[in-house]
């Protein structure tokens, strides 16, 4: 019947062996946080940041960004919200931060790596942000994106921790984090893998290029291989790794990344509904084997379409 095909989420993400998987939302505004609330996310996954201060010619103040950042963490109380610092740069350059004169934006000074120049943007940030959480009652979990080596994973550990940011973690999207991810860990209390930036730079392929999108999907197997090896390196120390680029709304292949040990999942809110059923029809032991079908695959499509396959489900998702 039509009633039965308007899914919801009712904020309870887990296999269907009750494998908890959160379920989280991507949002860059109030506005989103709140409509991200109402379809039920656990938390937030992702808050970019950027949103904030686009369109700006200067820095925004250390009161403008408290009032923009408790917008968000008031509409989860009691909850996880997941806040990147500045991701500026490349497909999101800011006036007052970015050099638009470089050659390979994407390779270039961004996101992280313009404290290399303009530390105290972070600083203020931060500020910021402790302010927000104070006056508010979510959980911030903060993360820095681009981060490359693990002298700069415990620089921002350190330095978040110093503002009285108790979780300090780091993105994965950054084909060396992975790669390093054990040592990574030493200093971040969790990670969250941008699959976007990641398949970019796996592939070597410009995610704003459509004629690429074959080489630009995380179900290439090299992209998925490298996913593995970050939850490998994370799981001795018992540290939490979700996934918020696109990948984590394609609901087939959420199972694969919770087969491969991703803990929480974050995405557009109106992909909530989709990935919580394909979730719950699964258990925990058959994600596990059909991460193994879509590493073991030697292309995208064979991985899609062989785990795909594996997941009737799909066909009444349509
Ligand atoms: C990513 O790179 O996957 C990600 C989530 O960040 P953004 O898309 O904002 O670069
Ligand atoms: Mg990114």
């Keep these: ?14 296999t269907k062996d009750g494998h908890e998987v959160q379920l989280l939302a991507n949002v860059g505004d109030g506005a989103a946080a709140r409509s991200a609330a109402e379809a039920n996310a656990m938390g937030v996954g992702l808050f970019r940041t950027e949103f904030c201060f686009l369109d700006q010619p200067e820095e925004p103040s250390v009161d403008d960004q408290v009032e923009a950042y408790k917008a ?4 989860f109380p009691g909850k996880k919200v997941v806040v990147r610092t500045l991701d500026a740069g490349a497909d999101k350059p800011l006036p007052f931060l ?18 290399r ?18 006056e508010t009652n979510a959980k911030v979990w903060v993360m820095a994106p681009m981060i490359s ?10 330095k978040a921790r110093s503002y009285g940011l108790q979780t ?18 030493e ?43 970050a939850c490998d390196g994370a799981a001795p120390h018992g540290r939490p790794v979700g996934v918020c680029g696109e990948a984590a ?3 087939a292949l959420a199972t694969v990344l919770v087969g491969l040990g991703v803990a929480s999942l974050s995405m557009t809110a109106r992909a909530l509904p989709d990935v919580d059923a394909v979730l719950k029809s699964v258990d925990l032991a058959e994600c596990q084997r059909l991460a193994g079908i879509a590493t073991s695959s030697a292309t995208a499509e064979e991985a899609r379409q062989a785990v795909r396959a594996e997941l009737p489900i799909l066909e009444e998702l349509g």
Excluded at 98 to 115: F, K, S
Excluded at 171 to 176: A, C, G, L, T
């Design 1 to 14: 019947e039509l009633a039965s095909r308007v899914r919801v989420f009712n904020g309870d993400g887990a």
């Design 72 to 75: 968000v963490l008031a509409a």
């Design 98 to 115: 970015t050099d638009a004169t470089e050659a390979n934006p994407a390779l270039g000074v961004r996101a992280y790596r313009t404290t």
């Design 117 to 134: 120049r303009d530390p105290e943007v972070l600083d203020h940030q931060l500020e910021a942000l402790a302010k927000a959480e104070a």
């Design 149 to 158: 080596t693990a002298e700069e994973a415990k620089a921002f550990t350190e």
């Design 168 to 185: 300090a973690g780091m993105m994965i999207e950054v084909p060396s984090a992975a790669i390093m991810a054990d040592k990574m860990f």
């Design 187 to 229: 200093y971040a209390d969790f990670a969250s893998i941008g699959t976007n930036d990641l398949t970019q730079y796996v592939m070597a392929a410009d995610r704003l290029l459509s004629s690429l999108a074959d080489l630009s999907t995380a179900w290439q197997p090299a992209v998925l291989r490298l996913i593995k090896e």
């Design 249 to 251: 709304a394609d609901p």
